[in-house]
């Protein structure tokens, strides 16, 4: 089956460092995929879209300078969380839909990112 | 924009059936979908359903839809304690690269 490899899976950093979070298809590839951010005990909210080769498509109210994202290639995206502060503290997960257009999106583990 | 409501909490008896209910409003959505979601814990997909069904079954899961009122459910049947989690009920429209939308969460709770 479809596997996705996010990581790193936790990571604490110091406010107003960056830190990045990859996202990685290990046996099929993705034409698009999906960042979603989850507060403590809240649900997934979509945070943004992102096609190969082309620039993501953020939610209404989701800074696009402060989280970036590169989908470089149909295996790989990444998130950039630029300046962290404490209220970026959450749970990063990402969805992969596969270019043969299967019904099923596949989840990453999830990245917990606590901002000191 | 499309919402998917479900109820916050269930808590039931080990043995028992558990039924988690979840509405949604996007009259195009084409594939539900539930989650389960276990403490500090990624998403594991249950099961899912494509609109033009009623019912699907897998094992002691039994998916319920109601596309006229945009009500979907879940049923555990012999519920364990090991069913304690977070539940997820999602929608996806039909066009390609439409992200899921998901519910708030049903937390079951499974006493023995």
Same mark, same amino acid.
């Given at each position: 089956?479809?596997?996705?490899?996010?990581?790193?899976?936790?990571?604490?950093?110091?406010?107003?460092?960056?830190?990045?979070?990859?996202?990685?298809?290990?046996?099929?590839?993705?034409?698009?995929?999906?960042?979603?951010?989850?507060?403590?005990?809240?649900?997934?909210?979509?945070?943004?879209?992102?096609?190969?080769?082309?620039?993501?498509?953020?939610?209404?109210?989701?800074?696009?300078?402060?989280?970036?994202?590169?989908?470089?290639?149909?295996?790989?995206?990444?998130?950039?969380?630029?300046?962290?502060?404490?209220?970026?503290?959450?749970?990063?997960?990402?969805?992969?839909?596969?270019?043969?257009?299967?019904?099923?999106?596949?989840?990453?583990?999830?990245?917990?990112?606590?901002?000191? | 924009?499309?919402? %998917?409501?479900?109820?916050?909490?269930?808590? %039931?008896?080990?043995? +028992?059936?558990? %039924?988690?209910?979840?509405?949604? /409003?996007?009259?195009?959505?084409?594939?539900?979908?539930?989650?389960?979601?276990?403490?500090?814990?990624?998403?594991?997909?249950? /099961?899912?359903?494509?609109?033009?069904?009623?019912?699907?079954? +897998?094992?002691?899961?039994? %998916?319920?839809?109601?596309?006229?009122?945009?009500?979907?459910?879940?049923?555990?049947? +012999?519920? *364990?304690?090991? +069913?304690?989690?977070?539940?997820?009920?999602?929608?996806?429209?039909? *066009?390609?690269? /439409?992200?899921?939308?998901?519910?708030?969460? /049903?937390?079951?709770?499974?006493?023995?």
């Amino acid at each position: 089956g479809a596997v996705v490899s996010q990581h790193p899976s936790w990571v604490i950093c110091k406010s107003g460092t960056s830190v990045k979070i990859e996202c990685r298809s290990l046996d099929f590839q993705a034409t698009t995929m999906f960042w979603y951010r989850q507060f403590p005990k809240q649900s997934l909210m979509l945070m943004a879209t992102s096609n190969e080769g082309s620039k993501a498509t953020y939610e209404q109210g989701v800074e696009k300078d402060k989280f970036l994202i590169n989908h470089a290639s149909l295996t790989l995206s990444t998130l950039t969380v630029t300046s962290a502060h404490p209220e970026d503290s959450s749970f990063y997960i990402c969805s992969l839909a596969p270019v043969s257009g299967a019904n099923v999106l596949t989840f990453g583990a999830g990245s917990r990112l606590t901002v000191l | 924009g499309e919402d %998917v409501e479900q109820s916050l909490f269930l808590s %039931v008896r080990e043995g +028992d059936s558990s %039924v988690i209910n979840c509405t949604y /409003t996007d009259s195009s959505s084409t594939y539900l979908y539930w989650y389960k979601q276990e403490p500090g814990a990624g998403l594991q997909l249950l /099961t899912y359903i494509f609109s033009n069904m009623d019912m699907k079954q +897998d094992q002691r899961l039994t %998916v319920l839809l109601n596309k006229k009122d945009k009500h979907l459910s879940l049923r555990i049947a +012999d519920t *364990q304690t090991g +069913d304690s989690a977070i539940y997820f009920c999602a929608e996806r429209g039909n *066009q390609a690269g /439409t992200a899921l939308i998901f519910g708030k969460g /049903t937390t079951l709770s499974v006493s023995s």
